[in-house]
């Protein structure tokens, strides 16, 4: 299994982008997915998920009601839509996945076994 992400970029604050992940190898249909995100001198952390069945999402309480998750099964990729950007989203978002139902937290980068390269988004003030 492969992921891609993209979609990075410079945005100033109250900005939006819109990042994808396209996935090589097995269909999102069978795939937890979720995009974490790295600071500088911060840890890696959970940002949102969306389950293999796509009936059920996760955000995380600093992007609830900014972000959204969504995916496209014909073309085998998931969205993050972001909106409101603020300057303390800067980061790199990162896409992962695992087998779908796996059951664990969706919250611990460890449960996914699957990542993508990561794709730059800078927000200024």
């Known amino acids: 299994v492969q992921l891609q992400a993209s979609g990075g970029g410079l945005v100033q604050a109250g900005g939006s982008l819109r990042l994808s992940c396209v996935v090589s190898?097995?269909?999102?249909?069978?795939?937890?997915m979720v995009w974490f995100r790295e600071a500088p001198v911060k840890d890696r952390e959970f940002v949102t998920s969306?389950?293999?069945?796509?009936?059920?999402?996760y955000y995380a309480d600093a992007v609830k009601g900014r972000f959204t998750i969504s995916r496209d099964i014909a073309s085998n990729r998931i969205y993050l839509e972001m909106t409101s950007l603020k300057v303390e989203d800067t980061a790199v978002y990162f896409c992962?996945?695992?087998?779908?139902?796996?059951?664990?937290?969706?919250?611990?980068?460890?449960?996914?076994?699957?990542w993508g390269q990561g794709t730059q988004v800078t927000v200024s003030s």
């Open positions: 992962a996945a695992r087998q779908g139902g796996y059951g664990r937290s969706w919250f611990e980068e460890t449960n996914y076994n699957y």
């Open positions: 190898g097995r269909t999102v249909s069978t795939l937890d």
């Open positions: 969306i389950s293999y069945l796509g009936t059920t999402t």
